[in-house]
Nanobody, 127 residues
Framework: QVQLVESGGGLVQPGGSLRLSCVASGFSLDHYSIGWFRQAPGKEREGVSC????????YYADSVKGRFTISRDNAKNTVYLQMNSLSPVDTAVYSC????????????????????WGQGTQVTVSS
C-alpha cells in the first residue's frame, strides 16, 4: 500500500528553522520523484520544491531559493525539506506528493501527474 506521511511541522518564530520529513512506504524513491507543495488559507497551492528520481535534480520556487533544501535518504525511504530563515509568509500546510517526474514550467513547480499525497503538516511562523 502506497503511503506518504509528513511530519516535522509546528510553530516557529520568524528566522527559525524546521525540517519536514516525508516518509514513503509501499514503493521505492528510486523510481519516483517527490515534490513538496504548500497551501495557505485562502491561497492556491504552491509548488515549493521537487526532487527528481532520475538524476537527483532539485527544483525550488523562487520564494524559497537559498532558504529551503530538499534531500533524500534512500535507506530510510524519506525525503526531507530543510527550511531556514522562515518568515510568516511561509505559514501553510505542507504536503509531499509522488510523481514520475518533476514538472517545472516558467519557473513554477506544477502539481502534474502526482498520484499520491500525504496528509500534510502545518507550519506556522509567528512571534
Amino acid at each position: 500500500q502506497v503511503q506518504l506521511v509528513e511530519s516535522g511541522g509546528g510553530l516557529v518564530q520568524p528566522g527559525g528553522s524546521l525540517r519536514l520529513s516525508c516518509v514513503a512506504s509501499g514503493f521505492s524513491l528510486d523510481h519516483y520523484s517527490i515534490g513538496w507543495f504548500r497551501q495557505a488559507p485562502g491561497k492556491e497551492r504552491e509548488g515549493v520544491s521537487c526532487l527528481a528520481n532520475s538524476d537527483g535534480s532539485t527544483y525550488y520556487a523562487d520564494s524559497v531559493k537559498g532558504r529551503f533544501t530538499i534531500s533524500r535518504d534512500n535507506a530510510k525511504n524519506t525525503v526531507y525539506l530543510q527550511m531556514n530563515s522562515l518568515s510568516p509568509v511561509d505559514t501553510a500546510v505542507y504536503s509531499c506528493g509522488r510523481a514520475r517526474w518533476c514538472t517545472v514550467r516558467n519557473g513554477i513547480i506544477r502539481p502534474t501527474a502526482y498520484d499520491y499525497w500525504g496528509q500534510g503538516t502545518q507550519v506556522t511562523v509567528s512571534s
